[in-house]
């Protein structure tokens, strides 16, 4: 047997193998992308006639109005997400980049092992759970339910997001920084804040906007936490010391109602959360880009 | 083998033999002292019962075969070892006679007067150049503009990068090249004025006309500071150095004179090592 025909058809083969697997991924991602196109071309379908003007300056109020045709929408529900939303990234990125500060840079911390654990319980734990643990801490004290409430739900979400996203940003960074950070006589702390994290940057904020969006889509811990409100409170504060409506739970009970035009406004509030939680991530994503870029 | 001929005898130099104060291959005093150093890596000797002075305004080379212990060595000597907690340290590390490894002692205080320039260039990526030069001052809390440029320019001068980098000042330092970033790293480590400046192989990722241009600055800085320079190079080692130091297995084998120590070597693994018959 000549050995270059062997050469030769081995070579075919390898072509074959490679093809064949490269297959096997475009069709995985396939897969993959099929659901999210249903999903998202389903939703405008239902929503999109939903969403106009009225949809963004009225609240919702009773069933009645939007049965009798009267101008309604989810000003407040936007504006309440807003709140809840920003009130839960408050609380989650200091205990969250804390925590992650913790578990990268002081890797011999006795308590970083038991902070792991907790971190990982805290993720898979089910949201609604979170709900709960926020309902015990804040509703029933407070003796109301309120948007602070929903913002401590959801920061629970974020927490064990936000403090993996850190732990894996820092740790990205080259030892040999600290390194040279101390070696000029810049003391630990210092070192961290000022060489380590600006260097972490891109990573750091990609991992928030993911943890961000993640929080943005859960309706569960909201429920009996900031619980919903048809109307837009009189004062600002009403949305952090009473109840507030939010996207994801307005979108659910929407969806429960028995009144058919509310059934489109639940479609189009689920544009909403869509093109927004999709907004967030293009931008992760194009944050990552640009750090690929820079190096 | 050869005998070692008697007249050389004298240089040679013992762990326990070495008598600091009239140390007899210098003339200046002695900056820094080790004295019954064991370095461990869990319970891997690291360096092993290591004695040595290191004098002022004058070059000491640590050469030896990998793995040896010489950078293990030099980052004891400001502390570097302090974040990795498998590493345990026992004997002294003098500095001007006192212990930097007493417990009264801040590691951060050590460090802004033994600075320390690593094998590959270490400018911190987010900074602009000026900002990596004064990094150092800034990040303490010095703000006064006009000290900080005059700080930046003088170490961006002895470091022989001002010429090349002065218009652009304000550029990141990252998009230097690998030369010009080492020699950022030298100006980092100026900037804050130490006594002593360690240096782990600085030249040993760059090209022929930056390392020289790396040894010329030593010869400068030799003047006003005392260096510490562990180096796999031995041609390297000969020229710039004053005193050699050569470890081998984590021990020292023998200290002197970097031309006694290249030309008539006392102890068999010294000839050995720099003949080239192993490391």
């Known amino acids: 047997m000549n050995i270059a025909n062997v050469k030769q058809k081995s070579l075919k083969q390898r072509k074959i193998k490679d093809n064949f697997m490269v297959g096997l991924l475009y069709l995985s991602t396939l897969i993959v992308i099929t659901p999210l196109i249903i999903i998202i071309s389903y939703v405008i379908y239902n929503g999109i006639n939903a969403l106009n003007w009225d949809f963004f300056v009225h609240e919702l109020g009773s069933p009645t109005r939007a049965m009798q045709g009267r101008p309604t929408g989810l000003v407040h529900t936007i504006l309440g997400t807003a709140v809840v939303d920003t009130l839960a990234l408050l609380i989650a990125l200091p205990v969250g980049v804390g925590s992650g500060i913790l578990?990268?840079?002081?890797?011999?911390?006795?308590?970083?092992?038991?902070?792991?654990?907790?971190?990982?319980?805290?993720?898979?734990?089910?949201?609604?759970?979170?709900?709960?643990?926020?309902?015990?801490?804040?509703?029933?004290p407070m003796g109301t339910f309120s948007g602070l409430a929903g913002g401590v739900a959801l920061a629970f979400v974020m927490i064990p997001i936000i403090a993996r996203a850190t732990e894996s940003a820092l740790m990205n960074i080259p030892w040999s920084i600290r390194e040279a950070g101390l070696a000029i006589g810049l003391p630990r702390w210092r070192v961290i804040m000022s060489t380590v994290i600006p260097a972490a940057k891109t990573g750091l904020v990609t991992g928030f906007l993911i943890a961000f969006a993640r929080a943005v889509g859960e309706a569960a811990p909201l429920m009996f936490t900031s619980f919903g409100n048809n109307y837009l409170p009189k004062h600002w504060t009403g949305m952090i010391f009473g109840p507030v409506d939010t996207l994801p739970q307005r979108l659910y009970s929407l969806a429960i109602s028995p009144y058919k035009e509310w059934h489109a406004m639940g479609w189009a509030a689920g544009i909403i959360l869509l093109v927004f939680v999709i907004t967030l991530f293009i931008f992760a994503r194009v944050l990552t880009a640009e750090k690929k870029y820079e190096s | 083998m050869e005998k070692i001929p008697e007249k050389n005898k004298e240089i040679i130099i013992k762990n326990d033999s070495i008598d600091m104060a009239n140390c007899p291959t210098c003339s200046t005093k002695v900056r820094i002292e080790a004295k019954n150093l064991t370095i461990k890596y869990g319970k891997e000797f690291g360096v092993k019962n290591v004695s040595v002075p290191i004098h002022d305004k004058n070059v000491t080379a640590l050469i030896g075969p990998s793995g040896c212990g010489k950078t293990t060595f030099l980052r004891c000597l400001n502390r570097m070892h302090d974040l990795n907690k498998k590493v345990s340290i026992s004997g002294q590390v003098l500095l001007d006679g006192q212990d930097i490894y007493d417990?009264?002692?801040?590691?951060?205080?050590?460090?802004?007067?033994?600075?320390?320039?690593?094998?590959?260039?270490?400018?911190?990526?987010?900074?602009?150049?000026?900002?990596?030069?004064?990094a150092g001052l800034k990040l303490v809390g010095i703000r006064n503009k006009s000290l900080l440029n005059e700080v930046c320019e003088k170490a961006l001068t002895q470091a022989a990068l001002f010429d090349e980098v002065k218009d652009r000042l304000k550029s990141p330092g990252g998009s230097l090249s690998g030369g010009q970033q080492q020699r950022l790293s030298i100006a980092r480590a100026l900037a804050i004025e130490p006594e002593v400046i360690l240096m782990d192989e600085p030249t040993s990722s760059l090209d022929p006309k930056s390392t020289l241009k790396i040894e010329d600055l030593i010869f400068e800085l030799k003047k006003n500071y005392s260096i510490v320079i562990v180096t796999h190079?031995?041609?390297?080692?000969?020229?710039?150095?004053?005193?050699?130091?050569?470890?081998?297995?984590?021990?020292?084998?023998?200290?002197?004179?970097?031309?006694?120590?290249?030309?008539?070597?006392?102890?068999?693994?010294?000839?050995?090592?720099?003949?080239?018959?192993?490391?």
Do not use: W
């Not at chain 2, 004053?242 to 102890?267: A, R």
């Open chain 1, 103 to 140: 578990l990268s840079e002081y890797p011999d911390n006795k308590l970083n092992p038991a902070l792991r654990i907790i971190n990982d319980t805290l993720n898979g734990m089910p949201a609604i759970l979170k709900g709960l643990l926020a309902f015990a801490l804040i509703v029933k």
């Open chain 2, 103 to 134: 417990s009264k002692v801040n590691p951060v205080n050590i460090r802004r007067k033994i600075g320390m320039v690593f094998q590959k260039p270490t400018p911190f990526p987010t900074m602009s150049i000026y900002d990596n030069v004064v």
């Open chain 2, 233 to 279: 190079n031995l041609p390297q080692a000969a020229r710039v150095s004053d005193c050699s130091i050569f470890m081998y297995l984590g021990e020292l084998i023998e200290y002197g004179k970097t031309e006694k120590l290249f030309k008539n070597p006392s102890d068999k693994r010294t000839e050995e090592y720099i003949t080239g018959k192993f490391g």
